[in-house]
């Protein structure tokens, strides 16, 4: 039977999230009131920028769409050029690159974004289908799960036979709604922030491949 695994990027393939913790403030502090930024200041973890627009507007941002991402953009360039990649993921990757399983990622960032991530992987080729839900207006970002929903059409496969590999609770929730299997990759998650709602968790790089392993070799 068809099965797929369908990977998060942010806190998962990359640990990207420590530096927008450290240079999203800042941004933020120029373009709203400190009692505004304050409110959105470490709450945007697994948020589209959309999202994180559309609330910079309740709180009083009175600046252009464009203008708003085009700050983002300048920090994601740097950020996704000099962030970590999560140790052994291109390893893993490699792995279920053999298995010949449907390998995809689904992002809430823009694609020149991931397209950073992916030519930095040695291994970036195992994903037969890669989608910035930010590119496409006709989907709901996370926590809806519609990026993952389609992702799994693309790929010809059913919820009941993919896995879903995610870090933050807006992540979770989306891929949980999905009706696929969640696994949350703590490796990167604060503990004091850790999601809820699955069973399934991994707390190390190792822990991650047994269970991507295991769900591949499990008739």
Same mark, same amino acid.
């Given at each position: ?7 998060? &990027? ?9 530096? !927008? *913790? ?25 948020? %589209? ?5 559309? !609330?910079? =507007? ?30 052994? &993921? $291109? ?7 053999? %298995? ?12 020149? !974004? ?8 040695? *291994?970036? $080729? ?25 992702? &799994? =059409? ?18 979770? *929730?989306?891929?949980?709604? %999905? ?41």
């Amino acid at each position: 039977m068809r099965k797929a695994i369908l990977f998060d &990027m942010d806190g998962v393939i990359v640990h990207s999230e420590s530096l !927008w *913790n450290e240079r999203e403030p800042a941004y933020l502090r120029r373009i709203l009131t400190s009692a505004a930024a304050d409110q959105i200041i470490g709450n945007t973890r697994g948020l %589209s920028e959309s999202l994180i627009y559309e !609330w910079a =507007k309740k709180l009083g941002y009175d600046g252009t769409r464009k203008a708003f991402y085009d700050g983002y953009d300048k920090l994601a360039q740097k950020i996704y050029a000099t962030c970590t990649i999560t140790p052994g &993921m $291109d390893m893993l990757l490699g792995e279920l690159k053999k %298995s010949s399983m449907p390998v995809g990622l689904v992002s809430s960032s823009p694609m020149d !974004w991931i397209r950073i991530v992916l030519s930095r992987l040695a *291994n970036g $080729d195992v994903f037969r289908f890669v989608e910035s839900v930010n590119a496409h207006p006709e989907l709901r970002p996370k926590p809806a799960p519609d990026g993952y929903i389609a992702a &799994m =059409k693309a790929l010809e496969v059913s919820p009941g036979n993919t896995l879903i590999i995610e870090d933050s609770q807006t992540g979770i *929730n989306a891929a949980i709604a %999905s009706g696929a299997h969640v696994c949350c990759f703590a490796l990167h998650v604060d503990k004091q922030k850790m999601p809820t709602g699955v069973t399934q968790y991994a707390h190390t790089i190792q822990e991650l491949k047994n269970a991507c392993l295991a769900f591949v070799t499990t008739p």
